[in-house]
């Protein structure tokens, strides 16, 4: 395990949190998730109440590869959708913004940060900032509960939407499953700022898409 961690960067105490990090979530069989693909879906009501399905493909590789693509389903027709790929932006804050993206994804999975590159600094008992060498501006900082089970992880990201650049967060929830032989959250919470967090299920990995 000390040889798996030893390509990360930082102060003693961030290296420990990082190593009980990974030792809660993986026990001593980490995997190094250089590329990791998801499949997401949540629900919600829209016009009349109607039950919208909305299914996500989640994926990224190091170092620089992110796509989030949705599908919009609704009694099981696509009725449409939206697909965001860092190597297909050309706006720069765009591009930036879902570069932190892909960071956040990295860090929720813990094993990236271990590689070499990647920086940790202690900025709380249970909370650690990573940072990689490739974007020096793009910090995450993970907090961890008692059991040092990742409770979120945060970055700062510009929102096209309103111009904004805002705190998002994502968030481990309904305990762990096992998905192609990797140890993942049931369902991950997505929030920009202070407003309501979008719950999504996590249905499916792909370690080496």
């Known amino acids: 395990m ?7 960067r930082g102060d003693f105490e961030a290296r420990n949190l990082l ?5 809660a979530r993986y026990a001593a069989r980490p995997v190094p998730l250089e ?7 949540r ?21 620089d590869q992110w796509s989030w693509r949705e599908r919009h389903k609704l009694f099981g027709v696509v009725i449409g959708g939206q697909r ?19 960071w956040a994804f990295r860090a929720l999975m813990l094993t990236p940060l ?3 590159g990647v920086t940790v600094r202690a900025v709380a008992e249970r909370a ?19 059991d040092y089970n990742v409770a979120a992880v945060e970055i700062e990201r510009y929102r096209a939407a309103d111009k904004r650049r805002l705190p998002y967060t994502l968030r481990p929830e309904g305990g762990y499953q096992t998905l192609d032989g990797i140890n993942l959250p049931a369902q991950i919470a997505e929030q920009w700022g202070s407003e309501p967090s979008l719950l999504y299920a996590v249905k499916a990995a792909q370690a080496d898409w």
């Open 43 to 63: 629900r919600k009501r829209i016009l009349f109440g109607l039950p919208l399905e909305i299914a996500v493909e989640a994926a990224y590789a190091e170092p």
């Open 84 to 102: 965001e790929a860092l190597a297909e932006q050309t706006d720069p804050a765009l591009r930036e913004s879902l570069h932190r993206q892909q």
């Open 19 to 23: 190593k009980e990090a990974v030792l």
């Open 128 to 146: 650690f900032q990573a940072v990689h060498d490739d974007q020096p501006e793009a910090i995450a900082t993970i907090y961890l509960k008692p």
């Open 114 to 116: 271990t590689r070499e």
């Open 35 to 41: 590329r990791l693909k998801l499949t997401l879906k």
């Open 2 to 8: 000390s040889f798996f961690l030893s390509l990360a």
